[in-house]
């Protein structure tokens, strides 16, 4: 396959582990008959940005361009594109390709590609050109039009940005374990996926508590949706809830206790885990194996579920509660990040990169 023609646009990379974020320039191939070519205007900033900038997951190459919660305007496309037009406001997730042929591809579970994530927005392979693909702390992208959503036009822009990961990554698991009206729903961490994971439990009709490491979260929990707010470092609330969750979804990005969380689920009770810490988490047996609970991950979504999702948030004008920040703070706010000080997710004005 010849390699497309390419053209420069500004970017914001990490040259190393250890290396804040810095200006650059690199290249995205011109659009291809089936690409859509996307001037970026927001772009969230997830957890996982801050662990593949600094190498904590032990793949990436350098440089590093992060960002995979982006939306923006159609400002080319290649000459077979059917769903989209120039000026069409569209979002790009996690995942630009996947080998779109296996079992899980096929049935629309691309996040689950047999052939890895390949197509991550950042740290896969862009095909065309045989490079590192480099995400959306940039000015431009170019995306196959199969990866690209469509924003609902009611939605803020900005405030709908990180539908893209933390959005989807909750909508996921909350859908596929069918949480519901009658069940008690537990999300661990209030951060950027965990706001959402309350907003998106409550829309279910689950009753939600959400647990916290950070009593001053309180009463913004309780007005994202959160019936309860338990502080998980207090050992009396913590006890308090022992056997009583049908569900936990656990968004923690950082090393911490699973087992504690284990011992409040009922019998058959469901914990999944999205967080994706550096380190191993331990498990204890028998905190598992009494009462029959089941453990499990879940990674981001597919494209079918995600552009249902953000049908779904355009209906019910859901978005996410964010503090807008420019392309050269983004070191600052990976500190905030750090210190779980985000209300409730830092979303890039890619103006400031222009
Ligand atoms: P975030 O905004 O930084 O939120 C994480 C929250 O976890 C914090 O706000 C804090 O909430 C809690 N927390 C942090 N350190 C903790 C500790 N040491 N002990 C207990 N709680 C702690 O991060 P995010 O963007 O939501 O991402 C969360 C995790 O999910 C990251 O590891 C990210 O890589 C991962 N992720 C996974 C997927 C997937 O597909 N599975 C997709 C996206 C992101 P409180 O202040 O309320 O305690
Ligand atoms: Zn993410
Ligand atoms: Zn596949």
């Not at 374990?177 to 965990?194: E, N, R, T, Y």
Request: proline share 5%; with cysteine.
């Amino acid at each position: 396959m010849a390699k497309p023609a390419c053209f420069s646009v500004k970017a914001f990379s990490a040259t190393a582990p250890t290396a804040p974020l810095g200006a650059t320039v690199i290249e995205r191939r011109s659009p291809t008959p089936t690409d859509v070519q996307i001037q970026i205007l927001y772009c969230g900033v997830c957890h996982s940005d801050l662990h593949f900038a600094r190498n904590e997951w032990g793949f990436t190459q350098y440089p590093a361009v992060p960002g995979h919660e982006i939306v923006g305007r159609v400002t080319a496309i290649g000459g077979g594109v059917k769903k989209f037009k120039v000026g069409d406001t569209v979002g790009v997730g996690c995942l630009v390709d996947s080998c779109r042929t296996c079992p899980n591809c096929r049935v629309g579970l691309e996040q689950y590609c047999d052939a890895g994530m390949t197509g991550g927005t950042y740290g896969g392979t862009e095909k065309h050109l045989g490079t590192p693909t480099l995400g959306g702390y940039s000015q431009s992208i170019v995306v196959t039009e199969d990866f690209v959503l469509r924003m609902p036009a009611n939605l803020n822009l900005a405030a709908a940005a990180p539908l893209l990961c933390a959005g989807i990554t909750t909508w996921s698991p909350l859908r596929h374990w069918k949480v519901g009206p009658g069940q008690k729903v537990g999300i661990i961490g209030l951060g950027g996926l965990g706001h959402m994971g309350v907003k998106f439990a409550k829309a279910f009709g689950a009753h939600v508590v959400l647990f916290t490491t950070s009593p001053g979260k309180t009463a913004d929990a309780k007005k994202l949706g959160a019936h309860e707010v338990v502080v998980s470092t207090d050992a009396t609330q913590m006890a308090a809830q022992a056997g009583s969750f049908d569900f936990i979804l656990d968004t923690v990005s950082a090393n911490h206790d699973l087992n504690a969380y284990f011992n409040l689920l009922k019998r058959e009770g469901n914990f999944v885990l999205v967080g994706a810490p550096e380190k191993p988490l331990a498990v204890a047996a028998f905190a598992l194996i009494f009462r029959r609970r089941s453990f499990s991950g879940s990674l981001i979504g597919g494209l079918p579920e995600t552009q249902e999702m953000l049908d779904f948030c355009g209906k019910h004008n859901i978005t996410c509660d964010i503090e807008m920040i420019r392309m050269d703070q983004i070191n600052g706010a990976y500190e905030r990040m750090l210190k779980s000080d985000v209300k409730y997710r830092f979303v890039i004005d890619l103006a400031s990169l222009r």
